[in-house]
């Protein structure tokens, strides 16, 4: 079972003379199967939070421990491969390529994942199957709505069967109707395919759906609370 630890985790941003602790001494413990909402105002450092999480960001001090294993030590490269077998991540955009139909990008996705050909096809229609695009395969981007594109970027950040999930703002760009389904949809590939979710939201509705609220003030956890979802 997979576990991401976050061990006294500081990041402070140099800006000019000005030094900005963005996160100040932060624990916090993610065990697989975990379905987490970061939430705190903007500027709070929820995005930080998960860039270092996502061994996106390197820590000024503290560490972040994936399976009991320290990461801080290890090379760029080595980072960047545990992030390919380990992570999926959802942004804000969907940031799919325009150029490639539905199929194509998570096909993509799943070559760059170490499939091949065949079994990258399979996986992929099945993801897109899994979220509710089979009827969408051969459509571009650009014939999509937020919502769908967004159903393409969760699909393709499973194709590695990643340990944790971790999704920054990824309904920022969409109606609250739209919000809504597609955290329902994350909700449904936690409890039915066992997808641990780490999800940044301004969003306290949405947040209050997930089942734990881990809340930022000022780059400290202030409250850390586990939910009674339905
Ligand atoms: N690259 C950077 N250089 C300097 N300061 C930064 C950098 N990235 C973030 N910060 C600062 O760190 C703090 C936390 O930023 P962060 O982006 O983590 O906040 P956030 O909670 O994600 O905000 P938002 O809700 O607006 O996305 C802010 O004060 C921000 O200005
Ligand atoms: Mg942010």
Redesign the pocket.
Known sequence: MATIELVNLTKR?R?GPHT?T?LDGVDLRIESGDFVSIV??????????LDLTGLLLRPSSGTVLLDGAETAGLSDGRRADLRGRRLGFIFQEYNLLPALNVLENVTLACRYAGLDRREGRQRARQLLDLVGLAERLNHGPDQLSGGQQQRVAIARALVNRPALVLAD?PTGAVDTQTADELLGLMRRLNREEGVTFVV?T?DLDLAGRTDRMVR?QD?VVVSDERLNAA
């Open positions: 941003y800006q900005i963005a705190g105002r903007s500027g709070s450092g929820k995005t930080t939070l703002e940044v301004h930022l780059g």
